[in-house]
Each structure stands twice: as structure tokens, then as C-alpha cells.
């Protein structure tokens, strides 16, 4: 294995480090409340985690993992703001507009960097840790299930925008956590089944707290309705 693979290696596993944080303090805070509730540095920290994930899988050529960071990465940004009340007024036509640059610019970026370095391109390259003496062939299929295990994930920000923009406010709602659950748990399996350990250990980290998330929303629930 080549020293640059420890480099990448590292980056990846330096990315997870925010997003775990990101839900541990969010649960911890949650605890606290006796509610589900979300802070600005749950939404600093997505920032952070998602810009270091895209560097990994930029390195890594994983275009489907890459792609996916896309969406989360402008949410986290725009909950940011909302919450440091600097947003600006919803436009579909200013979603439709950031969104197309961001796709534009950072396919773009993948693409130039897949070619200076192999004068050829791929979408994919499977993941290899630094201690496997080869890298395992793995099916196209199971990229593409991995892959909408990843969107599904991904889904729960569209949602969880659409619901903060109305009720101007950034919240996290049990649909919000139901979906990350599933979709992180499929692509928990995805990762641990090409033997992506950066991706595992990714998704990992939040399971627990999605859970008591659920938990700490249905507790409260039925405390309103029994009044």
C-alpha cells in the first residue's frame, strides 16, 4: 500500500470526527431538554464534516458518495443562516439556480481531478484501507443500492428544509429522524459490505441518537396529550 493511501485514509476518518460530534452533542442536548432540539453548532459542524467528506471521496473517486454531499452540504449552509437569522426569503428559483452551481461546479472539479491524475475517467473506484494487499471487486448493482440507500439518507435535509421554511425555524421532526435511521442503516450495510470502513464508521456514529431522538419526540407527545 502506498503512503498516499494513508494520507486518504486519515482524511476520511478526520471527516467523521464533526459529524459524530454533531450527534452526540445533539443528543446530549436533547437529554438536557427532555426534547428533541437542534442548536447552531449542530448545523456548523454538518458544514464542516460535509466539506471534509467531499475532499475524501474527491481523493477516493467515489462519485456516487461524492454527489450525495452535495445536497447536505448547501442545507447545512442555508440552516446556518437561518438560525443566525441571515437568511433570505425562499425562491424556488434561487434553490434551482445555487443547486445547478454547486452540481456544475464540483462534478466539474471530480472530473479534472479524475484526469490529471489518470489521463482517463472513472466514476468509481472501489475503496482499499491502507492494510488490504488488493482492492476486492465489487458489482455495479451493489454501488446502485448503496447508492439509494445514500439518497434516501440524504432525502430527510429536503424534508427538514421544506419544514423549517415554513415554519421559519430551523426543526428537527420525527420524520426527519425515521429517515435518517433507515437510510443510514442501508447504507451502513452498503459500507460495511464493499469493506468501506471511512463510509461505516460515517453512519454509524448517529444511530443511537436518531433512536432517542424518536423516543424523546413520542415522550412529548404524549406528555401534550395527556394534558
Request: no cysteine.
Amino acid at each position: 500500500m502506498e503512503f498516499k493511501h494513508w494520507i486518504y485514509f486519515g482524511l476520511g476518518t478526520l471527516a467523521t470526527i464533526p459529524f459524530g460530534l454533531r450527534s452526540v452533542l445533539q443528543w446530549f442536548l436533547s437529554e438536557y431538554r427532555k426534547k428533541s432540539h437542534v442548536t447552531l453548532s449542530f448545523w456548523t459542524l454538518s458544514i464542516v464534516g460535509n466539506v471534509l467528506m467531499l475532499a475524501h471521496y474527491l481523493i477516493q473517486v467515489q462519485f456516487h458518495l461524492y454527489f450525495i454531499r452535495f445536497f447536505p452540504f448547501y442545507f447545512a449552509f442555508r440552516q446556518y443562516r437561518m438560525m443566525n437569522k441571515k437568511a433570505a426569503p425562499f425562491s424556488r428559483a434561487k434553490l434551482i439556480l445555487h443547486l445547478s452551481i454547486i452540481i456544475t461546479v464540483f462534478t466539474a472539479l471530480f472530473i479534472l481531478r479524475v484526469y490529471l491524475e489518470h489521463k482517463d475517467f472513472h466514476w468509481i473506484f472501489n475503496p482499499q484501507m491502507p492494510w488490504a494487499k488488493s482492492v476486492r471487486n465489487i458489482s455495479s448493482l451493489s454501488h446502485i443500492i448503496g447508492f439509494l440507500g445514500a439518497s434516501l439518507f440524504m432525502s430527510r435535509l429536503w424534508i427538514q428544509w421544506w419544514q423549517s421554511e415554513r415554519a421559519k425555524e430551523s426543526i428537527l421532526s420525527s420524520s426527519f429522524w425515521w429517515i435518517s435511521l433507515i437510510g443510514g442503516s442501508l447504507t451502513l450495510g452498503y459500507a460495511l459490505y464493499i469493506q468501506d470502513l471511512i463510509t461505516a464508521l460515517g453512519y454509524s456514529v448517529g444511530l443511537i441518537p436518531y433512536v432517542r431522538n424518536l423516543m424523546l419526540i413520542r415522550k412529548e407527545a404524549q406528555e401534550k396529550t395527556a394534558l
